[in-house]
């Protein structure tokens, strides 16, 4: 993140950008899969909270039509050869980037977050794209398995399209989110009918119609909005396969409903990540480190670190460094790439923000930096907020926030930070700042969490390694995490196993 001399810098949110106008706005709408008589909703702009776009509302008999549409594109779109899926996809990785712009203003003007927040989305999905055209044959592609009575059989394992894939995506990454599990599906032969949080709807409908450019058939990916109480069922009945990125409690449902019906279920939920900063850490690293992780997105990212564990010899030094990191960034919503941390989404998210930091003074904590909510910039930005002293009894201490706020704890060795690390429901991410990469890597392994980096030992990662939600659903500095690449062909495509006899 880039920082200035003054300490918290505003930057006053700008009016929309002359890309999105009413026209523009309205086509996008258009590809809603709802009817003409749809009641409709307006959308605001978080930084500003001026309406943004009127989008109908789809009925649990508009999905179900939907998938009726999906099913039957489905079945030609699993009979087109792989080569073709392939073009398409690499035709979408060059529309990205080449209509970039149009994207950055309106993952800014629905999200509120930085240019730069928005522009890393965009490279996921460029990279994202390419990977799978380029690799999406090899993981489909037949495997040999041994036979069940060797040298008399042989076995060969097969990949077949799931079918309709539903996909749930969330509001804080509005492009990473709602394609990449959508291009994983449709190269896979699928067919998805994806339900974009109301609020981020136009980015996600953005890439629809780019993909519709790059030559997908129609019905293949369709989008339907509403409610997840009023669509959730409608989706879930019609799907063979659901892909959710959200809330923990509702993730229990969709996972109770999908065994319900057997079908199969990928979960991406909440978290409360700990950052491990070990005594012999390079405290100025770890620094850096630290702002790219806590505060990218306004933290509104289930991988951004919320706890901070320092060695007590070395806390004082890193609390120094990161405070004063935090009280540089500028915060602000102009549509440029001049602002570290832009605004929050929602005004349920504010609320959640500023009831869990006043919860925490008001029950002792000490506020290092930030604390307060910023309406001079717009009615939903809040400051990087640093605190210490926080204690049990405070909401903070083990629930997510969601938001740009930190809480500091000095622990006495590596033991007790990783006890403390562990201490949680959560269990999605973590990081280790040690210079040495044996001991790095050793306290990572003793780490409860889905992915655990280690950082430091010789400086090429990091802040950016931090950074990013498609770094845990990707993986590092290549933006792709091979334990869910490998997972494409069994989790988008049923598994087929022929066994014959060898005559």
Same mark, same amino acid.
């Given at each position: 993140?880039?920082?200035?001399?003054?300490?918290?810098?505003?930057?006053?949110?700008? &009016?929309?950008?002359?890309?999105?106008?009413?026209?523009?706005?309205? *086509?996008?709408?258009?590809?809603?899969?709802?009817?003409?008589?749809?009641?409709?909703?307006?959308?605001?702009?978080?930084?500003?909270?001026?309406?943004?776009?009127?989008?109908?509302?789809?009925?649990?008999?508009?999905?179900?039509?939907?998938?009726? *549409?999906?099913?039957?594109?489905? *079945?030609?779109?699993?009979?087109?050869?792989?080569?073709?899926?392939?073009?398409?996809?690499?035709?979408?990785?060059?529309?990205? =980037?080449?209509?970039?712009?149009?994207? =950055?203003?309106?993952?800014?003007? &629905?999200?509120?977050?930085?240019?730069?927040?928005?522009?890393?989305?965009?490279?996921?999905?460029?990279? @994202?794209?390419?990977?799978?055209?380029?690799?999406?044959?090899?993981?489909?592609?037949?495997?040999?398995? !041994?036979?069940?009575?060797?040298?008399?059989?042989?076995?060969?394992?097969?990949?077949?399209?799931?079918? @309709?894939?539903?996909?749930?995506?969330?509001?804080?990454?509005?492009?990473?989110?709602?394609?990449?599990?959508?291009? /994983?599906?449709?190269?896979?032969?699928?067919?998805?009918?994806?339900?974009?949080?109301?609020?981020?709807?136009?980015?996600?409908?953005?890439?629809? &119609?780019?993909?519709?450019?790059?030559?997908?058939?129609?019905?293949?990916?369709?989008? @339907?909005?509403? !409610?997840?109480?009023?669509?959730?069922?409608?989706?879930?009945?019609?799907?063979?396969?659901?892909?959710?990125?959200?809330?923990?409690?509702?993730?229990?449902?969709?996972?109770?409903?999908?065994?319900?019906?057997?079908?199969?279920?990928?979960?991406?939920?909440?978290?409360?990540?700990?950052?491990?900063?070990?005594?012999?850490?390079?405290?100025?690293? /770890?620094?850096?480190?630290?702002?790219?992780?806590?505060?990218?997105?306004?933290?509104?990212?289930?991988?951004?670190?919320?706890?901070?564990?320092?060695?007590?010899?070395?806390?004082?030094?890193?609390?120094?460094?990161?405070?004063?990191?935090?009280? *540089?960034?500028?915060?602000?919503?102009?549509?440029?790439?001049?602002?570290?941390?832009?605004?929050?989404?929602?005004?349920?998210?504010?609320?959640?923000?500023?009831?869990?930091?006043?919860?925490?003074?008001?029950?002792?904590?000490?506020?290092?930096?930030?604390?307060?909510? !910023?309406?001079?910039?717009?009615?939903?930005?809040? &400051?990087?907020?640093?605190?210490?002293?926080?204690?049990?009894?405070?909401?903070?201490?083990?629930?997510?926030?969601?938001?740009? @706020?930190?809480?500091?704890?000095?622990? !006495?060795?590596?033991?007790?930070?990783?006890?403390?690390?562990?201490?949680?429901?959560?269990?999605?991410?973590?990081?280790?700042?040690?210079?040495?990469?044996?001991?790095?890597?050793?306290?990572?392994?003793?780490?409860?969490?889905?992915?655990?980096?280690?950082?430091?030992?010789?400086?090429?990662?990091?802040?950016?390694?931090?950074?990013?939600?498609?770094?845990?659903?990707?993986?590092?500095?290549?933006?792709?995490?091979?334990?869910?690449?490998?997972?494409?062909?069994?989790?988008?495509?049923?598994?087929?196993?022929?066994?014959?006899?060898?005559?």
């Amino acid at each position: 993140m880039a920082t200035t001399a003054h300490a918290n810098t505003p930057v006053a949110p700008a &009016e929309l950008p002359a890309s999105l106008t009413p026209a523009r706005i309205g *086509r996008l709408a258009a590809r809603v899969t709802a009817a003409p008589d749809a009641v409709r909703v307006t959308t605001t702009a978080p930084c500003t909270g001026a309406p943004l776009a009127d989008l109908p509302v789809s009925t649990p008999a508009d999905v179900e039509d939907a998938f009726a *549409r999906a099913r039957i594109a489905q *079945r030609a779109w699993a009979a087109t050869p792989l080569s073709r899926r392939k073009q398409i996809l690499l035709r979408f990785h060059d529309l990205v =980037l080449a209509r970039q712009e149009e994207a =950055l203003d309106l993952m800014q003007a &629905e999200n509120g977050k930085t240019r730069r927040d928005a522009f890393l989305e965009v490279v996921d999905i460029a990279v @994202v794209s390419r990977y799978y055209a380029r690799n999406g044959a090899r993981y489909l592609a037949p495997k040999r398995r !041994r036979g069940a009575i060797p040298l008399l059989t042989h076995t060969t394992e097969l990949r077949r399209p799931k079918g @309709v894939v539903a996909v749930v995506s969330p509001w804080n990454y509005p492009l990473s989110m709602a394609a990449s599990d959508a291009i /994983a599906a449709l190269m896979a032969g699928n067919a998805v009918v994806q339900k974009p949080d109301t609020q981020t709807a136009l980015t996600a409908l953005w890439s629809l &119609e780019l993909m519709r450019k790059a030559g997908l058939p129609s019905g293949v990916w369709q989008m @339907v909005l509403g !409610r997840g109480s009023s669509i959730g069922g409608a989706l879930m009945a019609g799907a063979d396969y659901m892909m959710f990125t959200g809330s923990t409690a509702s993730g229990r449902r969709i996972a109770r409903d999908a065994g319900e019906r057997l079908i199969g279920a990928s979960l991406e939920l909440g978290g409360k990540n700990a950052m491990l900063v070990l005594d012999d850490a390079d405290i100025e690293k /770890a620094a850096d480190g630290a702002v790219a992780a806590c505060f990218p997105s306004a933290g509104q990212l289930c991988v951004s670190i919320e706890r901070l564990y320092v060695a007590e010899s070395v806390h004082d030094r890193f609390v120094a460094a990161f405070v004063a990191r935090a009280k *540089r960034l500028k915060v602000g919503g102009s549509y440029d790439f001049g602002c570290d941390v832009g605004s929050l989404t929602t005004p349920a998210q504010l609320k959640t923000v500023t009831e869990h930091v006043d919860d925490a003074v008001a029950k002792g904590a000490t506020v290092l930096a930030g604390g307060k909510a !910023r309406p001079d910039l717009g009615p939903l930005f809040y &400051e990087p907020t640093v605190l210490a002293d926080v204690t049990p009894d405070m909401t903070l201490y083990e629930h997510e926030t969601f938001g740009p @706020v930190v809480a500091v704890y000095p622990v !006495r060795d590596d033991s007790e930070a990783i006890a403390r690390a562990n201490a949680t429901p959560y269990g999605l991410n973590a990081s280790v700042w040690s210079r040495s990469g044996a001991r790095g890597r050793a306290v990572a392994a003793r780490l409860h969490a889905g992915r655990a980096a280690d950082r430091g030992a010789e400086g090429a990662e990091g802040a950016e390694g931090d950074r990013l939600p498609l770094n845990q659903r990707r993986g590092g500095a290549a933006l792709l995490e091979p334990r869910r690449l490998v997972r494409m062909g069994p989790r988008y495509a049923a598994r087929l196993t022929v066994s014959s006899q060898v005559r």
